[in-house]
């Protein structure tokens, strides 16, 4: 029974190897037979124990080396995502031991040229190639030459300070070392290629050949950019140059330098008396290209003998100051400069626009040595919300941000011949880093800090101290709010000199004829009055 069964089998198994063969050779026909298709293949199946190129186990990462260095790319790249945080809420409050006397913006530049950098680098980390090679090696080349510029001159040095020189030192360190992480992938890809496959690979499929093409525009991208912060940084050196007049002096803990300068002699009186200085409170741009002309017209023709002005934070020649700064702190950082320089009153505090709001507050600081208060359009403090709208704030914020990039400074400076003097307090200060942070500034606490103390400086001010108020024809015809808040402005103290409307004066009176004429004629008998 055994062998019945066991003979059975045999036959069995020898009929199915009797056709096995013959099953293949039929599909092997039937194969040679059939019109070539899209799934036809090319070549025969390699026998010689390699894998084919397009198999997903030929991969650089098969090497450790390879992995690690992604690894490390991915801790800078928190790293330097965690630093861009701290630099993005720096410009809105600043940290302890952070302040850059800067204006911060050129920081944040530098380490979000970082964070790109390694994201790019870790978006194409296993498709290495000689453009995105060459690309970070020219980004390395300008972020070393920005490190050097920053280190070698010593007003930029200051202005970044440490936070500004370690941005920029990292940015150059990330950006030599996606040059590396991208010579070792490219060394791995051809090591498991000669390995797996038996050749290095010299062709790229289209996903590799898109891959390539947009990370070298986007590079490309980022050499422009790179370009632009050198050419501004080259700019901001040449600018350094350009010395103030008068001195700069640290306040606030020796945290940053306000600019003030005076102009005259102390003189006195035939009493004996000191004649009061003209302690003067530019408006919304530096006085050097504002108010300086007619204030110095004055001096020249002997309506005054002697005037002080300063540069607010941020403004001219001025650091930028920690933030969040009101006009409070302003006011106390202008008495810690003035008593540094050994300046004392009796002021003659002449302010325009905006600062008209400064003036006030510090004329309450110093009540006992305050002469008048001459207020030229000035800003009352019921308006203070058109400086504090979140739109402007977020319009302020944005320029900012590009500002680094400076192509309106460059553009200025190449094709209309713009000098130092108009990029430091000139026609194009305002596309300045600083002037803008300071504006900023303002803005974030023009509705709260700001206007809680110059309403306080409206209670403390004494009612004896003169007062003259000049306002702009055009502004007062136009704007119905604005008028009142001047005729309010007259009734500050009890001692009104005069309210004087120039008809066809703009905003910055001192424009037209009729509005120097007037101011002169104020200023001089304010400063003459007892």
């Known amino acids: 029974m055994v062998s019945l069964w066991g003979s059975k089998n045999g036959d069995n198994q020898h009929d199915e190897a009797d056709s096995a063969p013959n099953e293949e050779n039929s599909q092997r026909q039937l194969r040679q037979n059939r019109e070539a298709d899209e799934r036809t293949r090319l070549l025969p199946p390699r026998n010689d124990g390699y894998l084919d190129p397009d198999d997903p186990a030929v991969s650089p990462y098969n090497l450790f080396s ?14 330097s995502f965690l630093w861009w945080v701290l630099l993005l809420v720096a410009i809105f409050v600043s940290p302890p031991m952070m302040h850059s ?118 590079m490309v991208i980022m050499i422009v950019i790179t370009i632009f912060l050198t050419a501004t940084l080259i700019l901001r050196s040449r600018d350094a140059t350009l010395k103030p007049p008068g001195e700069r002096y640290y306040v606030d803990g020796d945290k940053y330098k306000l600019h003030l300068a005076c102009v005259g002699n102390v003189t006195f009186n035939a009493h004996g008396r000191k004649t009061p200085t003209v302690l003067v409170e530019a408006g919304e741009y530096p006085f050097e290209d504002t108010m300086d002309d007619w204030v110095y017209n004055s001096y020249n023709n002997g309506t005054i003998d002697r005037y002080c002005y300063y540069d607010r934070p941020g403004f001219a020649w ?45 004329s309450s600081r110093h009540v006992r040595d305050i002469h008048g208060l001459f207020l030229i359009d000035g800003l009352h403090e019921d308006l203070l919300h058109r400086i504090a709208s979140p739109s402007r704030g977020f319009i302020l914020w944005g320029r900012g941000i590009i500002s680094p990039l400076g192509y309106d400074r460059l553009f200025g400076a190449i094709f209309k011949g713009r000098t130092r003097e108009d990029r430091v307090y000139g026609k194009s200060a305002y596309q300045a880093g600083k002037f803008i942070k300071a504006k900023l500034q303002e803005n974030l606490v023009a509705s709260s800090l700001t206007k809680n103390e110059v309403s306080q400086a409206r209670n403390i001010q004494t009612p004896n101290t003169p007062l003259v108020v000049v306002s702009s024809g055009i502004e007062v015809r136009k704007d119905n709010e604005w008028e009142q808040k001047q005729e309010d402005l007259t009734k500050l103290t009890g001692n009104l000199i005069s309210w004087d409307v120039v008809n066809r004066a703009p905003h910055q009176v001192w424009l037209t004829y009729e509005g120097r004429t007037i101011l002169e004629k104020r200023l001089g008998e304010l400063v003459q009055s007892k």
């Open 66 to 79: 390879v992995r690690a260095v992604r690894y490390v790319c991915i801790l800078f790249l928190i790293i």
């Open 101 to 218: 006397r800067g204006s911060g913006f050129f920081d944040f530049s530098f380490t979000t040229l970082t964070v790109g950098n390694l994201l790019i680098g870790l978006l194409f980390f296993s498709t290495p190639s000689r453009a995105m090679e060459i690309s970070s090696l020219v980004i390395a080349a300008l972020l070393l030459l920005d490190m050097i510029i920053i280190l070698a001159v010593q007003r930029l040095r200051s202005e970044e300070g440490w936070v500004g020189m370690a941005s920029v030192i990292w940015a150059t360190v990330m950006a030599l070392y996606n040059v590396m992480s991208d010579r070792v992938v490219a060394w791995g890809k051809q090591e498991e290629e000669e390995r797996l496959t038996g050749r290095k690979e010299t062709r790229r499929t289209l996903r590799e050949w898109c891959a390539v093409l947009t990370a070298t525009v986007i």
């Open 318 to 362: 001025s650091d930028n100051a920690p933030s969040p700064h009101s006009a409070g702190m302003t006011s106390d950082a202008l008495s810690e400069a003035l008593a540094r320089a050994g300046e004392e009153g009796p002021w003659v505090l002449v302010s325009a626009g905006v600062g008209s709001i400064y003036s006030r507050i510090f």
